[in-house]
């Protein structure tokens, strides 16, 4: 497609439920990235994808977060028993290249509300 | 390990003065930087990015940063502010990496652009 595009746009989750996230990135993007934004705050590196390898997961805060991306297009984070704490925007975000210097182009986000 | 600041979490200028939004890095290796913008509920926009050429970059909607490895900055200008250009801008950096390995972007806390008519 003409760019990343995430679904849902807005999402509201009462405590303890599992949710997923979907990312679409740019086609033939090599590169996929997850980030949290906190309101008010810029966004932090969740994980990292090499077309279906996961190769850094560093960033993700706890064992209750799960990502990915099975055919080297599609990604998913999913958020099991979610905690008020998880409330933020999650950015994806994808590059045609498996370097880190040239840019990336994120998607509009999913905002998700856990009440 | 790298980290970014922005010096300032709010910048307000009127219409047609001249914009500058601060940005100072540390990173253990030579870095690339970028400049985003955030308008509301919209995704990031990548204005204008560093990767070792010239010091002196140029971005889109007339925009330009200036990396000062001396200095460590990269601070963001631009001649004439426009109504438009009012958003959240993020000053970035990354480890120069030429073929993956770890780390992400890291983002700077944004500074908020307020243009006054």
Redesign the interface.
Known sequence: GAGVSQSPRYKVAKRGQDVALRCDPISGHVSLFWYQQALGQGPEFLTYFQNEAQLDKSGLPSDRFFAERPEGSVSTLKIQRTQQEDSAVYLCASSLFSDRVHGYTFGSGTRLTVV | AQSVTQLDSHVSVSEGTPVLLRCNYSSSYSP?L?W?VQHP??????LL?Y?SAATLVKGINGFEAEFKKSETSFHLTKPSAHMSDAAEY?CVV?????????????????THLIIQP
């Open positions: 690339s970028f985003y509920n919209k995704g990031l926009q990548l990015k990767t993020f990354t480890p120069y990496d030429s073929g993956g390995g770890a780390d992400g972007l890291t983002f700077g806390k944004g």
